[in-house]
């Protein structure tokens, strides 16, 4: 692919605490904060944001690192440029006091603007809630937003964070053990659903981070893991990227049924309930006609 020009996508900034950052935003509907893996916003992740507007929502993307509509594919810039972009929203990342790439047990800074960012695209599209979608380093945000309760439908692929640099970290996912608490009270309490995606040989996401998941949350986590032989052949790196990079987007691909699931999330939770509720305020308002 070539880079993106960004053409469909409305360019907009949100401001909270005094940070401000750029905003992509795409479609009608319910809002879905969908967050770019590392490098940034490429255009598959664009590609996605656009399958969620198609689904009837509104694609929010923020701006957290990289050049949005930037391609990472050395066929694009050139194999030494592409490493030394990603290497460069990496480190950005990593010498950033917003993110925890290493600790266990806490929660990046930037959720808390996160959060802010998803009430207030629930104030401005509507609907029951709003729906994150986080990718590799920001897999784990996703979760992490959970704890509020206008997020109705966390999707956490391939969660990287903390970087599986020991068991313990492996076994661990980058949140405060108050804001799991608060998540699992939810699913507990609400029916909440957490979904997580990876790739089976992924070392960024080791099988232990996804089982401490299915303890923590029980039934209310499903774990879509994929083989690594699903993953494209063409994508420069091992497979890791389920919605993006390593997409094969054709009928009866493993990969396309992940993102049909993360799609049937989005909509059983954003767009089926405000269906229902509409229904439910239509019937109250016959019955005192």
């Known amino acids: 692919m070539a880079d993106h020009d960004l053409t469909g996508f409305d360019r907009g900034t949100f401001t909270h605490d005094g940070t401000t950052r750029r905003l992509l935003r795409r479609g ?13 916003i490429t255009p598959k992740v664009l590609e996605f944001a656009a399958r969620v507007a198609e689904l009837g929502c509104t694609a929010v993307l ?3 690192f990289g050049t949005p509509g930037r391609d990472a ?3 694009a810039h050139g194999r030494l440029n592409s490493a030394l ?3 460069a929203s990496m480190w950005k990342v990593c010498v950033s006091r917003e993110f925890t790439v290493l600790a266990t047990g806490r929660t990046s800074p930037v959720v808390t603007w996160l959060r802010a960012l998803a009430a207030d695209e629930h104030e401005r599209c509507g609907g029951p809630g709003v729906g994150a979608v986080g990718m590799c380093l920001t897999g784990g945000f996703a979760l992490a937003m959970a704890a509020d309760d206008r997020l ?16 313990r970290r492996s076994a661990a996912i980058d949140i405060s053990a108050e804001d799991l608490a608060a998540v699992r009270g939810r699913c507990e309490r609400e029916g909440l659903q957490v979904m997580g995606l990876r790739f089976r040989g992924d070392r960024l996401v080791p099988g232990d ?3 401490f998941l299915r303890r923590t949350l ?4 499903t774990a879509v893991e994929l083989d690594d032989s699903a993953a494209h052949p063409d994508a420069v790196l091992p497979p890791h990227s389920v919605l993006t990079e390593h997409l094969i987007d054709a009928p009866g691909q493993p990969t396309r049924a992940a993102l049909d699931e993360v799609l049937d999330l989005l909509r059983a939770r954003l767009l089926d309930r405000q269906d229902d509720t509409a229904a439910a305020e239509e019937g109250r308002n016959g019955k005192g006609a």
């Open 28 to 40: 009608s509907g319910p809002a879905v904060i969908v967050m770019a893996e590392i490098p940034g």
């Open 62 to 64: 923020p701006v957290l």
């Open 73 to 75: 594919h050395p066929a």
């Open 85 to 87: 972009y990603t290497v």
């Open 152 to 167: 109705l439908a966390p999707v956490l692929s391939q969660p990287s964070l903390p970087l599986a640099l020991t068991r």
């Open 209 to 211: 981070r996804f089982a």
């Open 218 to 221: 029980g039934a209310a986590f």
